[in-house]
């Protein structure tokens, strides 16, 4: 009599996985002036093909570019889509986001003007002057002069807080 045995083996699909962030653009700066340095820059899963076969790369998170003047550096944790094995233990990743070829300045501006002022109130600012920072081309950001800046503070909605200090975000338009 001959004795035939059934084994199953389980067989999982090996897969190198590059890392990614999301670039949000900002202040001037696009995915464009933008180098990125992710360390580890890929990781290895194991899983069934099923699972492995519609996996193209990890996204560990989104940066604002408007968010930060030159460059950020954060450790953030490498996400697992379900049913997938890290082989390479890794848990997280440094992510550098560096902005190349756009200079910034800081300029000052001392004269906001104040639209839609409540009928027979005065608008006075707190600070005599208001710091910004401006990033662009090296050559357009020199070129700035005063007489192309204007900040305008919008007092629309703010009827019930007069007679009170508040803080009321601006417009900066650069001409």
Same mark, same amino acid.
């Given at each position: 009599?001959?004795?035939?045995?059934?084994?199953?083996? *389980?067989?999982?699909? %090996?897969?190198?996985?590059?890392?990614? %962030?999301?670039?949000?653009?900002?202040? $001037?700066?696009?995915?464009? !002036?933008?180098?990125?340095?992710?360390?580890?820059? #890929?990781?290895?899963?194991?899983?069934?093909?099923? &699972?492995?076969?519609?996996?193209?790369?990890?996204?560990?998170?989104?940066?604002?570019?408007?968010?930060?003047? @030159?460059?950020?550096?954060?450790?953030? *944790?490498?996400?697992?889509?379900?049913? %997938?094995? !890290?082989?390479?233990?890794? #848990?997280?990743?440094?992510?550098?986001?560096?902005?190349?070829?756009? #200079?910034?300045?800081?300029? #000052?501006? $001392?004269?906001?003007?104040?639209?839609?002022? *409540?009928?027979? &109130?005065?608008? !006075?600012?707190?600070?005599?002057?208001?710091?910004?920072?401006?990033?662009?081309?090296?050559?357009?950001?020199? @070129?700035?002069?005063?007489?192309?800046? @204007?900040?305008?503070?919008?007092? !629309?909605? &703010?009827?019930?807080?007069?007679?009170?200090?508040?803080?009321? *975000?601006?417009?900066?338009?650069?001409?």
């Amino acid at each position: 009599m001959v004795m035939r045995w059934l084994t199953e083996i *389980p067989v999982e699909m %090996v897969k190198e996985v590059p890392l990614k %962030v999301r670039i949000v653009p900002g202040s $001037g700066a696009t995915e464009e !002036n933008v180098e990125t340095r992710i360390d580890p820059p #890929t990781v290895t899963l194991t899983g069934e093909e099923k &699972y492995l076969s519609v996996i193209h790369e990890i996204v560990l998170g989104t940066f604002e570019l408007g968010s930060f003047d @030159q460059s950020k550096t954060e450790t953030l *944790p490498i996400p697992l889509p379900g049913d %997938v094995t !890290n082989r390479s233990g890794i #848990t997280e990743a440094e992510v550098e986001v560096r902005i190349v070829g756009l #200079t910034t300045s800081t300029l #000052t501006v $001392g004269e906001i003007r104040f639209d839609h002022v *409540p009928e027979g &109130y005065v608008a !006075n600012p707190k600070t005599d002057t208001l710091d910004f920072l401006v990033r662009g081309p090296a050559k357009s950001v020199s @070129q700035i002069k005063d007489a192309d800046i @204007q900040v305008i503070a919008d007092l !629309n909605g &703010y009827e019930g807080t007069i007679g009170r200090p508040i803080t009321v *975000p601006v417009t900066i338009l650069i001409f």
